[in-house]
């Protein structure tokens, strides 16, 4: 039986940019996506800091080294420009691998600069 986990996490990191007009899902700096495990087109939660709301998308990998977190499409009307937000990586396993899992979270500063990598242990 699969379950879902946490794998990385995205930590209070600054939306830069919400675009209405584009078709969909979030936009992140390669090396917040790698730093965190995330890869291109990876379900991603993101929950917003300002105002408790919730969206799912996927990940399309951005400029390395940029900084940016875009919002795309409907989310731009939920979430905008210097919103902090947690954006959590999941993945389906076995309770078996859930157990030795090592959950990637990310810190970063007002810019979207990696500050420190924890790297967290199921038990």
């Given at each position: 039986?699969?379950?879902?986990?946490?794998?990385?996490?995205?930590?209070?990191?600054?939306?830069?940019?919400?675009?209405?007009?584009?078709?969909?899902?979030?936009?992140?700096?390669?090396?917040l996506m790698k730093?965190?495990?995330?890869?291109?087109?990876?379900?991603?939660?993101?929950?917003?800091?300002?105002?408790?709301?919730?969206?799912?998308?996927?990940?399309?990998?951005?400029?390395?080294?940029?900084?940016?977190?875009?919002?795309?499409?409907?989310?731009?009307?939920?979430?905008?420009?210097?919103?902090?937000?947690i954006i959590l990586?999941?993945?389906?396993?076995?309770?078996?691998?859930?157990?030795?899992?090592?959950?990637?979270?990310?810190?970063?500063?007002?810019?979207?600069?990696?500050?420190?990598?924890?790297?967290?242990?199921?038990?």
């Amino acid at each position: 039986m699969a379950i879902t986990v946490c794998t990385g996490k995205l930590h209070r990191v600054h939306v830069t940019g919400a675009r209405l007009d584009y078709e969909g899902s979030i936009t992140i700096d390669r090396r917040l996506m790698k730093a965190a495990g995330i890869v291109a087109f990876q379900v991603l939660h993101i929950n917003s800091m300002r105002n408790a709301v919730h969206w799912e998308t996927y990940a399309i990998p951005g400029d390395a080294g940029k900084g940016e977190v875009l919002l795309n499409g409907c989310p731009a009307l939920l979430f905008h420009p210097g919103d902090q937000v947690i954006i959590l990586a999941l993945e389906q396993m076995t309770r078996a691998e859930a157990a030795k899992i090592r959950q990637k979270v990310v810190h970063v500063d007002k810019n979207n600069k990696i500050l420190k990598v924890e790297i967290k242990k199921a038990s």
